[in-house]
């Protein structure tokens, strides 16, 4: 009977335990539900990728990995890649790419959104229940999570760095635990073994875990009666073997890595800059509060204890800041020198979890240190109103609509469009944020013994950077969604137009004179049957292989694709007519914008061997020539016929002056690069063109292959006669080609000059 009682009084206990421990998870599940079904509708409504060529590279490569099952972009093999390519493989085989879209978009935002969960699980260690979930909801609503309607790595691998520092953290207290202990131990090396697969910045993750045990050990009881101890010499040289070992490390990674050297040796101070840039950024993002506060929570307050929980939580923190903040100032000041100056908070964002989790600790204790405070708060101050806020640059990026790569700024952008924000008033509100919620700080520190009033300053300040941080999520992604809106004008529905007419069959895309690789980034996004991207003059770019096709004399072209596909021919190919003319049957057309205006690709069911009847270099989307001017190749052909050449400066008003043209007609013949290039002038018609003018001229074509240059003497820099203007193109004449084999009636021939 004893026995029968203690069993059923166990199943009691344990019972309530498990009822218990599923109540207490109520919360925060309701949080992750809730904040995924609001970003499940926000991705709903971005109706195509646009941030190119991150989207476009993520897919192509799931894409061959669901295909073949390994990685690779346009069928060229690659190197294993993130594991992120790999979570979205299997969606990827779902063909219709409209519900393949859709279903990636979902997955992001489940992933995405479980941030929630390492971080309230991270705060726990040092917080209550209710500042736990105040960390999590905060790293749940930074604007940074509207990379859920994204295609790129963020989505994971934000929760994952979330994940790796409770992981880290839990280790390092539980370190002289027994089999517990050694049991996070192995899960935290498992983690940051993996974390560089998830993202290449992740790779600092090993550092963060490796910095944070030497913080933990310098911080322990044994080591502080050790210090007690130490001479000044010792002192002395502990500081030099520090300065020792951060020159060595310094010295090993100049040598492995060219941006480490150029970021180290030649541009200390952009490094800095542009780190306080980044910082800035990810400051207005999460309400500046967040940043103050969790950096003063890293200091300790006078007569508080030296638990381990709080110690691990201080050393994560602390080496998560020193290294992701040194990972972002050698990429940005690298991407300054190689690229463009960036404002890179998107590799800052993963320390947003500590810096609630440190908030939270804030609010939890009631306590904070005066002089850290102080400083944090002049810190964010800096930050927000003068780093971000530079005489030279545009103050906060607010003539855009939206910064991809620092999305914390996404709410003054819109403040801008919505209220007419300026960045004056952007300043001004920022720092008086900044005062108001150290004040906040403060008041609860100073009244911690009254606990009512404590807790209505308390959660007034939670509410508070709750409200401003998902405001600029949302601005964020409606900004993104209204981006998406813009690019899906410039394809134009159907999106997969081509997959609708090929069901499959390898299509070709063949362009010429693209400065704006949206239109064809988009297109090979929807259109599945794209298997190979080329370009005739090198306008195309990735990612993935683009080189253009070698060309025979008449036309026969060779589109191989390295090994993998060293003479490929294709059933299909979208041409981008008039200045690319491929042999074969057209089947449909399709508008499309660039340049400013409205064109259509040809889609063409091709001959075999694919070949090209015709193609021209030399001229912009918009239809103008530049400095080189403009050339035609004509390779079919066996009697002679007519070229109409259409000459003209309709679409400038501005005077620029009669300016001489000349038309030469010449022979064709193939380099040793397999590209055609001019021969002998054969024939040559003169004239001029001027502003608002147009002329057509019609010229004898021969039979045989051939090639027409048309040469403006006198250019033009648009900016440079009209102000308003922001063209800073050396212009020739808008010229167009097309080619009649007969003379049409109303045409007459050309001769002498027009």
């Known amino acids: 009977m004893n026995a029968v009682s203690s069993t059923s009084a166990a199943a009691r206990v344990a019972g309530r335990s498990l009822s218990d421990r599923l109540l207490a998870a109520l919360p925060l599940l309701s949080v992750y539900l809730w904040l995924s079904a609001v970003y499940v509708v926000e991705v709903w409504r971005r109706v195509t990728p646009w941030l190119f060529g991150d989207e476009l590279e993520h897919t192509q490569i799931s894409r061959a990995i669901a295909a073949t099952g390994h990685p690779a972009r346009r069928g060229t093999p690659i190197a294993a890649h993130s594991i992120y390519d790999y979570m979205l493989a299997p969606i990827w085989l779902i063909q219709h790419v409209p519900t393949a879209y859709a279903g990636v978009k979902y997955v992001d935002v489940l992933a995405m959104t479980a941030v929630v969960f ?85 790779a600092v993750v090993p550092a963060v875990a490796l910095l944070a045990a030497i913080f933990m050990a310098w911080s322990s009881e044994r080591a502080r009666v050790r210090r007690r101890s130490w001479s000044i010499g010792d002192w002395v040289g502990v500081v030099v073997l520090v300065l020792g070992g951060i020159f060595f490390v310094s010295a090993v990674a100049s040598h492995h890595s060219f941006a480490w050297m150029v970021s180290t040796r030649l541009y200390k101070h952009r490094m800095i800059n542009m780190t306080g840039w980044a910082a800035g950024s990810l400051a207005i993002g999460i309400g500046v509060v967040p940043l103050a506060a969790g950096l003063a929570a890293l200091v300790r307050v006078r007569g508080d204890e030296r638990t381990p929980q709080v110690r691990a939580f201080r050393s994560v923190t602390l080496a998560a800041l020193i290294c992701f903040g040194l990972y972002t100032a050698v990429k940005a000041t690298y991407l300054a020198y190689s690229f463009g100056t960036r404002v890179e908070e998107r590799n800052l964002i993963y320390i947003a979890p500590l810096l609630f989790v440190g908030t939270a600790f804030v609010l939890d204790r009631r306590r904070i240190n005066a002089w850290a405070l102080a400083a944090a708060t002049a810190f964010a101050v800096y930050l927000v109103g003068y780093a971000m806020y530079h005489p030279t640059q545009f103050p906060y990026e607010m003539q855009l ?36 919620g150290t004040l906040l700080l403060a008041g609860i520190a100073r009244w911690r013994d009254r606990p009512r009033v404590a807790a209505v300053l308390a959660a007034v300040l939670a509410v508070g950077i709750l409200a401003w941080t998902a405001t600029g999520e949302l601005s964020a992604a409606l900004a993104s969604n209204r981006a998406g809106r813009q690019a899906a004008a410039t394809l134009k529905h159907p999106f997969s137009w081509v997959d609708d007419v090929v069901h499959g069959a390898p299509t070709l895309y063949l362009g010429a004179g693209e400065a704006d690789p949206n239109p064809e980034n988009l297109l090979e996004f929807w259109n599945r049957s794209i298997t190979r991207v080329s370009s005739l003059d090198g306008t195309v770019g990735g990612p993935g292989p683009s080189g253009g096709p070698n060309i025979a004399a008449d036309g026969t072209t060779d589109l191989g694709n390295g090994p993998a596909q060293p003479h490929a021919q294709f059933a299909y190919a979208v041409e981008d007519y008039p200045c690319v003319d491929l042999a ?34 030399g001229i912009y989307a918009d239809g103008w020539t530049g400095a080189g001017d403009s050339t035609y190749y004509r390779f079919s052909g066996r009697r002679n016929g007519w070229l109409r050449v259409v000459v003209s400066r309709r679409d400038w008003g501005e005077p620029t002056g009669p300016s001489p043209v000349h038309i030469q007609v010449t022979g064709l013949a193939i380099n040793d690069n397999h590209q055609p290039v001019l021969t002998a002038v054969q024939q040559q018609t003169d ?68």
């Not at 049957?585 to 090209?612: C, F, I, Q, S």
Request: charged share 20%; hydrophobic share 50%.
């Open 118 to 202: 390492p971080t309230y699980f991270l705060a726990r260690l040092v917080c209550g229940r209710h500042a736990s979930l105040f960390a999590a909801i905060g790293a749940g609503v930074i604007p940074a999570v509207a990379y859920t309607g994204y295609i790129v790595e963020e989505n994971i691998a934000y929760p994952y760095a979330a994940l790796c520092f409770f992981v880290i953290a839990k280790a390092l207290m539980e370190f002289r635990g027994g089999r517990s202990g050694r049991r996070w131990a192995i899960l935290a090396l498992a983690l940051s073994v993996v974390a560089p697969f998830v993202r290449g910045e992740l």
């Open 401 to 436: 609509s939206l910064y991809s790569d620092a999305l914390g700024l996404a709410i003054l952008q819109e403040a801008n469009r919505v209220l007419a924000w300026t960045p004056a008033t952007a300043r001004v509100v920022l720092i008086v944020i900044a005062l108001a």
């Open 584 to 617: 074969g049957d057209l089947v449909a057309e399709h508008p499309y914008r660039a340049g400013g205006m409205t064109k259509r690709w040809r889609l063409l069911r091709l001959t075999t061997p694919n070949r090209l009847r015709a193609m021209c270099t």
């Open 687 to 754: 004239g001029t063109i001027d502003s608002g003018q147009t002329k057509v001229v019609w010229v004898r074509a021969p039979g045989a292959p051939f090639g027409v240059h048309v040469i403006v003497d006198h250019k033009f820099v648009p900016a440079d006669i009209d102000p308003s203007s922001q063209d800073r193109r050396l212009l020739g004449a808008e010229v167009s080609y097309r080619y009649f084999e007969k003379l049409p009636r109303h045409a007459s021939a050309t001769r002498g000059g027009f």
